[in-house]
């Protein structure tokens, strides 16, 4: 088996929001990659008022303060890489305030030349995706980089 050399080989990104389901993408994503599993970066997006994510940390924090949100966008992007480390992968984190999320997250993949794009479905389908949208689905019709979807599921 050839291996991989994790300081040149293309890294996967996942897109981390701090929810469940973006934890069990992570993990499910290790178990189907393997031992293939090399450097990923995990991004975190955020936007001031309308936060995008789930903190991970415990104190209350001003979704109008725009350091405090981005700084609890930064803990919650490096609780996910150490997640994504203990799923095997060589991770670095990574916040970043844009939006629409989805395009973020696909034009940093492009940025960063990323071999795959993973992230978690709810796998809202008819009304409720409409109204409510989906970012892993935007991502998938969008980017030109392969994407993985994990939804809630998906094998444990």
Do not use: N
């Not at 890294?11 to 499910?28: Q, R, T, W």
């Not at 479905?121 to 998938?140: F, I, K, Q």
């Amino acid at each position: 088996m050839t291996t991989v050399d994790p300081t040149t080989a293309h890294p996967v990104v996942f897109a981390y929001d701090g929810s469940e389901l973006a934890k069990h993408a992570i993990e499910e994503a290790g178990r189907l990659l393997g031992p293939r599993a090399s450097r990923a970066l995990v991004l975190t997006v955020w936007r001031p008022f309308d936060v995008g994510f789930i903190p991970v940390g415990k104190l209350p924090f001003d979704a109008e303060q725009i350091v405090q949100v981005r700084q609890a966008a930064e803990e919650t992007a490096a609780a996910g890489a150490e997640l994504a480390q203990a799923a095997g992968f060589q991770a670095e984190s990574l916040a970043i305030e844009g939006a629409p999320a989805w395009r973020v997250i696909a034009d940093t993949a492009d940025e960063r030349d990323a071999c795959l794009i993973v992230l978690g479905s709810h796998g809202r389908t008819g009304l409720a995706g409409a109204l409510v949208g989906s970012v892993a689905g935007s991502v998938a019709a969008h980017s030109r980089r392969s994407v993985l979807v994990v939804h809630a599921g998906a094998s444990r």
